[in-house]
Nanobody
């Protein structure tokens, strides 16, 4: 019953911006930490950002810090990732994921299908 559906990906030029969304259902969204994780072509999964459910505290990988912003709208059961100053190395499939609890170290138990972000001129 748990579903995570990403949207908002696409092709953007270097330096451009994109806003990703993840619509969540089937669980009490506000109770859980949510994450964005990406996979570049030929690479493994890379954690991008987290946001806690209870406090709303945010965390970022060094590679995106200062450029990306994670936020959530608990009333709408939606997770967002605002991506600014995009670089070609940001090209990846971006996944939203639910953590088992509300901590940064908790494992993921559900994943979305992913949305492709391509940064190219």
């Amino acid at each position: 019953q748990v579903q995570l559906v990403e949207s908002g990906g696409g092709l953007v030029q270097p330096g451009g911006s994109l806003r990703l969304s993840c619509a969540a259902s089937g669980f009490t969204f506000s109770s859980y930490a949510m994450s964005w994780v990406r996979q570049a072509p030929g690479k493994g999964l890379e954690w991008v950002s987290d946001i806690k459910g209870g406090s709303g505290s945010t965390y970022y990988a060094d590679s995106v810090k200062g450029r990306f912003t994670i936020d959530r709208d608990n009333a709408k059961n939606t997770l967002y990732l605002q991506m600014n100053s995009l670089k070609p190395e940001d090209t990846a499939v971006y996944y939203c994921a639910k953590r088992l609890d509300d901590g940064l170290g908790d494992p993921y138990d559900y994943w979305g299908q992913g949305t492709q972000v391509t940064v190219s001129s």
